[in-house]
């Protein structure tokens, strides 16, 4: 990938950001006005991430949040440099079902933001 394809990659992202807020906010909106409880809430995982700057471990954060039925609780930087997100997830069935998520997440996130993709 070259740093021409960046901008068109951003754009690509963006859409596929939209399409996961509108299939999360579809399984709120489905858990809210059917009866029972098609939450599993409590499921909190510890994503050790392959963010390399403050930005993209920030964006990564925002993306999580903004997302219907997920929420950053926190974050951690270790002495060598990994940064780790701490997430609290409402519609998956286990812990590694979450990360999973949250792993393709970044890898969106992360081919869209680096101008040579997400191996740089």
Not at 59 to 77: F, N, Q
Request: contains cysteine; aromatic residues 10%; charged residues 15%.
């Amino acid at each position: 990938m070259s740093w021409l394809t960046w901008p068109v990659r951003i754009v690509v992202f963006l859409f596929w950001f939209a399409w996961a807020v509108i299939t999360a906010n579809l399984a709120v909106v489905r858990d809210v006005v059917t009866p029972g409880q098609g939450s599993t809430p409590g499921v909190v995982v510890e994503l050790r991430t392959r963010c390399g700057t403050n930005l993209e471990v920030t964006l990564l954060g925002v993306i999580i949040t903004l997302t219907p039925g997920t929420l950053t609780m926190g974050t951690h930087v270790t002495d060598d440099g990994t940064r780790t997100l701490y997430v609290h997830g409402m519609y998956n069935t286990s812990a590694e079902d979450l990360a999973g998520d949250l792993t393709q997440m970044e890898s969106w996130l992360l081919w869209a933001m680096r101008r040579k993709g997400v191996g740089t």
